[in-house]
């Protein structure tokens, strides 16, 4: 059994700034891509970051310069620094991982359980 757990979150103001996190555990062998996701109310779910175990980012252009994903092999965990926030950065924030999972022959792709981050002023 694979679980993520997300933490991090909240309310934001403009211009402020926010953190997340995604912890993985379980009996697994490694974990390959990571990537944040969010649904903004009434809209359908979206990329906003991804990394590859070797560390390469890539990031939707809403975010791009405000927003930085970073992970840690060691502890299984992936982090995303939110800065200069706006209010269309409101949404249920998920993070999800491609993870080998200890026995199996293919990756599985997995999700955290979602993060509400509110931007408001």
């Known amino acids: 059994q694979v679980q993520l757990v997300e933490s991090g979150g909240g309310m934001g103001q403009p211009g402020g700034s926010l953190r997340l996190s995604c912890t993985a555990s379980?009996?697994?062998?490694?974990?390959?891509?990571m990537g944040w996701y969010r649904q903004p109310p009434g809209k359908e779910r979206e990329l906003v970051a991804s990394?590859?175990?070797?560390?390469?980012?890539s990031y939707a252009d809403s975010v791009k310069g405000r927003f930085t994903i970073s992970r840690d092999n060691g502890k299984n965990t992936m982090n995303l620094q939110m800065s200069s926030l706006r209010h269309d950065d409101t949404a249920v924030y998920y993070c999800?991982?491609?993870?080998?999972?200890?026995?199996?022959?293919?990756?599985?792709?997995?999700w955290g359980q979602g993060t509400q981050v509110t931007v408001s002023s």
């Open positions: 999800s991982m491609q993870i080998l999972v200890r026995y199996a022959t293919s990756l599985s792709h997995y």
């Open positions: 379980g009996n697994f062998i490694f974990i390959n891509d």
């Open positions: 990394i590859t175990r070797d560390g390469s980012a």
